[in-house]
Protein backbone atom coordinates (compact mmCIF):
# COMPACT_ATOMS: atom_id res chain seq x y z
CA UNK A 1 0.00 0.00 0.00
CA UNK A 2 1.55 3.49 -0.90
CA UNK A 3 1.84 6.45 1.74
CA UNK A 4 -0.78 8.16 0.40
CA UNK A 5 -3.33 5.14 0.68
CA UNK A 6 -1.98 4.60 3.93
CA UNK A 7 -2.95 8.46 5.48
CA UNK A 8 -5.81 8.19 3.66
CA UNK A 9 -6.92 4.67 5.29
CA UNK A 10 -6.08 6.19 8.65
CA UNK A 11 -8.25 9.52 7.72
CA UNK A 12 -11.18 6.79 7.42
CA UNK A 13 -10.48 5.42 10.44
CA UNK A 14 -10.90 8.08 12.47
CA UNK A 15 -14.31 8.88 10.62
CA UNK A 16 -14.91 5.52 11.55
CA UNK A 17 -14.20 5.83 15.44
CA UNK A 18 -16.04 9.31 14.92
CA UNK A 19 -19.07 7.50 13.37
CA UNK A 20 -19.03 4.91 15.91
CA UNK A 21 -19.20 7.58 18.59
CA UNK A 22 -22.19 9.17 17.45
CA UNK A 23 -24.00 6.11 16.38
CA UNK A 24 -23.57 4.80 20.22
CA UNK A 25 -24.74 7.98 21.04
CA UNK A 26 -27.82 7.88 19.20
CA UNK A 27 -28.39 4.28 20.47
CA UNK A 28 -28.89 5.09 24.04
CA UNK A 29 -30.60 8.41 23.34
CA UNK A 30 -33.28 6.63 21.16
CA UNK A 31 -33.30 3.67 24.58
CA UNK A 32 -33.59 6.50 26.91
CA UNK A 33 -35.05 9.23 25.23
CA UNK A 34 -32.94 11.17 26.95
CA UNK A 35 -30.17 13.48 24.81
CA UNK A 36 -27.49 12.93 27.30
CA UNK A 37 -27.21 11.23 30.71
CA UNK A 38 -25.36 13.76 32.99
CA UNK A 39 -25.18 17.40 33.42
CA UNK A 40 -21.64 17.53 31.22
CA UNK A 41 -23.45 15.90 28.08
CA UNK A 42 -25.60 19.29 27.77
CA UNK A 43 -22.90 22.01 27.96
CA UNK A 44 -24.19 25.46 28.32
CA UNK A 45 -27.49 24.04 29.34
CA UNK A 46 -26.61 22.44 32.54
CA UNK A 47 -27.55 25.46 34.21
CA UNK A 48 -30.88 25.65 32.45
CA UNK A 49 -31.40 22.48 33.98
CA UNK A 50 -30.88 22.64 37.22
CA UNK A 51 -32.98 26.12 37.50
CA UNK A 52 -35.61 24.51 35.82
CA UNK A 53 -35.54 21.07 37.75
CA UNK A 54 -35.54 23.61 40.99
CA UNK A 55 -38.58 25.73 39.81
CA UNK A 56 -40.60 22.64 38.81
CA UNK A 57 -39.64 20.98 42.25
CA UNK A 58 -40.88 24.21 44.10
CA UNK A 59 -43.78 24.40 42.18
CA UNK A 60 -44.66 20.83 42.89
CA UNK A 61 -44.40 21.68 46.40
CA UNK A 62 -46.96 23.85 46.66
CA UNK A 63 -49.45 22.37 44.05
CA UNK A 64 -49.18 19.34 46.93
CA UNK A 65 -49.27 21.67 49.59
CA UNK A 66 -52.81 23.72 48.54
CA UNK A 67 -54.27 20.36 47.16
CA UNK A 68 -53.95 18.77 50.89
CA UNK A 69 -55.19 22.41 52.03
CA UNK A 70 -58.39 22.37 49.50
CA UNK A 71 -58.88 18.67 50.79
CA UNK A 72 -59.50 20.15 54.41
CA UNK A 73 -61.31 23.12 53.32
CA UNK A 74 -63.88 20.64 51.20
CA UNK A 75 -64.77 19.07 54.17
CA UNK A 76 -64.94 22.63 56.53
CA UNK A 77 -67.30 23.58 53.99
CA UNK A 78 -69.69 20.88 53.48
CA UNK A 79 -69.66 20.71 57.53
CA UNK A 80 -70.40 24.57 57.52
CA UNK A 81 -73.29 24.18 54.98
CA UNK A 82 -74.79 21.06 56.22
CA UNK A 83 -75.19 22.79 59.46
CA UNK A 84 -76.61 25.95 57.92
CA UNK A 85 -78.97 23.74 56.82
CA UNK A 86 -80.21 21.99 59.87
CA UNK A 87 -80.36 25.01 61.75
CA UNK A 88 -83.04 26.99 59.04
CA UNK A 89 -84.81 23.70 59.17
CA UNK A 90 -84.93 23.66 63.15
CA UNK A 91 -85.80 27.37 63.28
CA UNK A 92 -88.50 27.06 60.94
CA UNK A 93 -90.33 24.04 63.37
CA UNK A 94 -89.21 25.75 66.72
CA UNK A 95 -92.20 28.64 66.82
CA UNK A 96 -94.57 25.72 66.05
CA UNK A 97 -93.13 22.55 68.81
CA UNK A 98 -91.66 24.78 71.67
CA UNK A 99 -94.94 24.50 73.29
CA UNK A 100 -95.36 20.31 72.83
CA UNK A 101 -95.60 18.46 75.93
CA UNK A 102 -95.35 15.14 73.95
CA UNK A 103 -94.47 12.96 70.96
CA UNK A 104 -91.57 15.02 69.51
CA UNK A 105 -90.71 18.10 71.41
CA UNK A 106 -88.67 20.66 71.23
CA UNK A 107 -86.29 19.51 73.98
CA UNK A 108 -85.99 16.02 72.06
CA UNK A 109 -85.27 17.38 68.37
CA UNK A 110 -82.55 20.29 69.77
CA UNK A 111 -81.15 17.08 72.16
CA UNK A 112 -80.78 15.18 68.69
CA UNK A 113 -79.78 17.88 66.45
CA UNK A 114 -77.08 19.02 69.29
CA UNK A 115 -75.72 15.47 68.97
CA UNK A 116 -75.68 15.70 65.29
CA UNK A 117 -73.84 19.51 65.50
CA UNK A 118 -71.37 17.31 67.83
CA UNK A 119 -70.66 14.93 65.10
CA UNK A 120 -70.35 17.41 62.60
CA UNK A 121 -67.72 19.84 64.71
CA UNK A 122 -65.66 16.60 65.90
CA UNK A 123 -65.26 15.48 62.04
CA UNK A 124 -61.56 13.76 60.98
CA UNK A 125 -60.01 14.01 57.56
CA UNK A 126 -56.45 12.55 57.30
CA UNK A 127 -54.52 14.13 59.03
CA UNK A 128 -56.92 14.43 62.47
CA UNK A 129 -59.97 16.48 63.50
CA UNK A 130 -60.01 19.14 61.24
CA UNK A 131 -61.79 21.29 63.95
CA UNK A 132 -59.35 21.22 66.76
CA UNK A 133 -56.50 23.68 65.81
CA UNK A 134 -53.52 22.45 66.46
CA UNK A 135 -54.57 19.81 69.07
CA UNK A 136 -56.23 17.60 65.62
CA UNK A 137 -55.63 14.46 67.78
CA UNK A 138 -58.34 15.77 70.00
CA UNK A 139 -62.01 15.98 69.68
CA UNK A 140 -62.72 19.25 69.72
CA UNK A 141 -66.55 18.94 70.90
CA UNK A 142 -66.93 17.28 74.16
CA UNK A 143 -70.74 17.49 75.26
CA UNK A 144 -69.74 16.57 78.75
CA UNK A 145 -68.72 20.19 79.81
CA UNK A 146 -71.90 22.01 78.94
CA UNK A 147 -73.75 23.38 81.38
CA UNK A 148 -77.12 21.99 82.67
CA UNK A 149 -79.59 23.81 82.09
CA UNK A 150 -77.46 26.22 80.65
CA UNK A 151 -78.98 29.68 79.37
CA UNK A 152 -78.88 31.70 76.31
CA UNK A 153 -76.60 34.09 77.35
CA UNK A 154 -73.66 32.76 78.70
CA UNK A 155 -71.14 31.15 76.14
CA UNK A 156 -70.43 27.86 76.27
CA UNK A 157 -67.04 27.67 74.00
CA UNK A 158 -64.18 27.51 77.02
CA UNK A 159 -62.61 24.33 77.88
CA UNK A 160 -64.45 21.49 79.86
CA UNK A 161 -65.78 21.60 82.17
CA UNK A 162 -66.20 25.03 81.69
CA UNK A 163 -67.52 24.30 77.86
CA UNK A 164 -67.20 22.09 75.18
CA UNK A 165 -64.22 22.86 73.38
CA UNK A 166 -60.98 20.88 73.73
CA UNK A 167 -58.84 22.07 71.08
CA UNK A 168 -57.18 25.17 70.92
CA UNK A 169 -56.90 28.32 69.03
CA UNK A 170 -54.20 27.56 66.45
CA UNK A 171 -55.43 28.31 63.17
CA UNK A 172 -53.61 26.16 60.25
CA UNK A 173 -50.90 27.77 58.64
CA UNK A 174 -49.46 26.80 54.63
CA UNK A 175 -46.82 27.97 52.47
CA UNK A 176 -48.83 27.83 49.10
CA UNK A 177 -46.63 30.20 47.16
CA UNK A 178 -42.98 32.50 47.61
CA UNK A 179 -43.04 34.41 50.88
CA UNK A 180 -46.86 33.55 51.17
CA UNK A 181 -48.49 32.14 54.13
CA UNK A 182 -51.93 31.66 54.09
CA UNK A 183 -53.88 30.85 57.86
CA UNK A 184 -56.85 29.28 56.67
CA UNK A 185 -59.67 27.13 57.88
CA UNK A 186 -61.81 27.38 61.77
CA UNK A 187 -61.72 26.12 65.07
CA UNK A 188 -64.83 24.49 67.30
CA UNK A 189 -64.66 27.35 69.49
CA UNK A 190 -66.05 30.01 66.61
CA UNK A 191 -68.60 32.31 67.72
CA UNK A 192 -70.85 30.99 64.83
CA UNK A 193 -70.60 27.44 66.36
CA UNK A 194 -70.75 28.61 69.91
CA UNK A 195 -74.17 29.97 69.41
CA UNK A 196 -75.35 26.85 67.56
CA UNK A 197 -74.18 25.31 70.73
CA UNK A 198 -75.80 27.18 73.38
CA UNK A 199 -79.35 27.64 72.04
CA UNK A 200 -79.76 24.04 71.63
CA UNK A 201 -78.05 23.09 75.18
CA UNK A 202 -80.52 25.38 76.22
CA UNK A 203 -83.57 23.14 74.81
CA UNK A 204 -82.45 20.58 75.06
CA UNK A 205 -82.23 20.78 78.83
CA UNK A 206 -85.13 23.46 79.68
CA UNK A 207 -88.68 22.41 80.98
CA UNK A 208 -91.52 22.41 79.01
CA UNK A 209 -92.51 25.68 78.02
CA UNK A 210 -95.82 27.72 78.37
CA UNK A 211 -97.31 29.31 76.62
CA UNK A 212 -99.37 31.40 79.58
CA UNK A 213 -96.22 31.87 80.96
CA UNK A 214 -94.71 35.55 79.93
CA UNK A 215 -91.15 34.03 80.93
CA UNK A 216 -91.49 30.83 78.66
CA UNK A 217 -92.79 33.03 75.95
CA UNK A 218 -89.43 35.62 76.28
CA UNK A 219 -86.78 32.81 76.62
CA UNK A 220 -88.70 31.05 73.13
CA UNK A 221 -88.61 34.11 71.56
CA UNK A 222 -84.87 34.85 72.35
CA UNK A 223 -84.11 31.13 71.34
CA UNK A 224 -85.65 31.70 68.14
CA UNK A 225 -83.74 34.78 67.38
CA UNK A 226 -80.71 32.66 68.63
CA UNK A 227 -81.55 29.82 66.01
CA UNK A 228 -82.22 31.99 63.26
CA UNK A 229 -78.77 34.38 63.65
CA UNK A 230 -77.15 30.75 64.39
CA UNK A 231 -78.08 29.96 60.63
CA UNK A 232 -77.14 33.42 58.98
CA UNK A 233 -73.84 33.03 60.53
CA UNK A 234 -73.03 29.76 59.39
CA UNK A 235 -73.71 30.56 55.95
CA UNK A 236 -71.69 33.65 56.16
CA UNK A 237 -68.91 31.52 57.96
CA UNK A 238 -69.52 28.73 54.94
CA UNK A 239 -69.01 31.34 52.33
CA UNK A 240 -65.92 32.93 53.82
CA UNK A 241 -64.49 29.34 53.57
CA UNK A 242 -65.70 29.40 49.77
CA UNK A 243 -63.97 32.43 49.57
CA UNK A 244 -60.32 31.10 50.94
CA UNK A 245 -61.25 27.97 48.51
CA UNK A 246 -61.42 30.02 45.33
CA UNK A 247 -58.21 31.70 46.46
CA UNK A 248 -56.41 28.51 46.84
CA UNK A 249 -57.65 27.47 42.80
CA UNK A 250 -56.42 31.00 41.45
CA UNK A 251 -52.90 30.02 43.39
CA UNK A 252 -53.04 26.38 42.21
CA UNK A 253 -54.14 27.11 38.34
CA UNK A 254 -51.41 29.85 38.84
CA UNK A 255 -48.75 26.86 40.12
CA UNK A 256 -49.71 24.59 37.57
CA UNK A 257 -49.10 26.62 34.41
CA UNK A 258 -46.04 27.35 36.52
CA UNK A 259 -44.84 24.01 35.62
CA UNK A 260 -45.82 22.57 32.68
CA UNK A 261 -43.88 25.58 31.46
CA UNK A 262 -40.89 24.32 33.41
CA UNK A 263 -41.45 21.00 32.63
CA UNK A 264 -42.50 22.05 29.15
CA UNK A 265 -38.78 23.79 28.72
CA UNK A 266 -36.24 20.83 30.59
CA UNK A 267 -38.01 18.62 28.04
CA UNK A 268 -36.99 20.82 25.02
CA UNK A 269 -33.35 20.68 26.47
CA UNK A 270 -33.54 17.01 27.62
CA UNK A 271 -35.49 14.98 25.49
CA UNK A 272 -34.15 13.78 21.96
CA UNK A 273 -36.63 13.20 19.19
CA UNK A 274 -36.73 9.57 18.77
CA UNK A 275 -37.61 9.82 15.01
CA UNK A 276 -34.97 12.51 14.17
CA UNK A 277 -32.50 9.97 16.15
CA UNK A 278 -33.30 6.79 14.16
CA UNK A 279 -32.84 8.64 10.34
CA UNK A 280 -29.99 9.85 11.53
CA UNK A 281 -28.75 6.38 13.13
CA UNK A 282 -29.73 4.73 9.64
CA UNK A 283 -27.30 7.61 7.96
CA UNK A 284 -24.86 6.91 10.14
CA UNK A 285 -25.00 3.22 9.72
CA UNK A 286 -24.83 3.57 5.56
CA UNK A 287 -21.88 6.00 6.17
CA UNK A 288 -20.65 3.33 7.84
CA UNK A 289 -20.84 0.63 5.84
CA UNK A 290 -19.27 2.82 2.70
CA UNK A 291 -16.55 3.73 5.09
CA UNK A 292 -15.79 0.11 5.84
CA UNK A 293 -16.44 -1.33 2.20
CA UNK A 294 -13.61 2.21 1.22
CA UNK A 295 -10.92 0.83 4.24
CA UNK A 296 -11.39 -2.52 3.30
CA UNK A 297 -10.24 -1.68 -0.70
CA UNK A 298 -7.60 0.63 0.55
CA UNK A 299 -6.39 -2.35 2.80
CA UNK A 300 -5.96 -4.87 -0.53
CA UNK A 301 -4.22 -2.60 -2.75
CA UNK A 302 -0.60 -3.13 -3.56
CA UNK A 303 2.05 -2.58 -5.78
CA UNK A 304 1.45 -5.89 -7.65
CA UNK A 305 -1.60 -5.10 -8.62
CA UNK A 306 -1.12 -1.53 -9.68
CA UNK A 307 0.98 -3.16 -11.76
CA UNK A 308 -1.14 -5.18 -13.73
Request: aromatic share 6%; hydrophobic share 35%; no cysteine.
Amino acid sequence: MTISNVAQAQQIIQTLNSLQAQGSTLQQQIATGLKGQSYADYGAQAGQIVNLSQQASQQQGYIDTINTVNTRMQVMDQVTSTMASLMEQFSSALSTDAYNTSGNTIQSQAAGLLAQIGDYLNTQDGEGYVFSGAENTTAPFDPSGLPNPGDLTTPVNGAPPAGYYAGDDTVSKATVDNDLTLSYGVTADNPAFEQVVRVLNYLANAPAFDPNNPTDVANVNQAQQLVTQSATQLQQLNASIGEQESELNGLLTAHQSTLTLAQSNLSNIEQVNTSTAITQLDTLQTQLEASYQTVNVLQSLSLASYLK
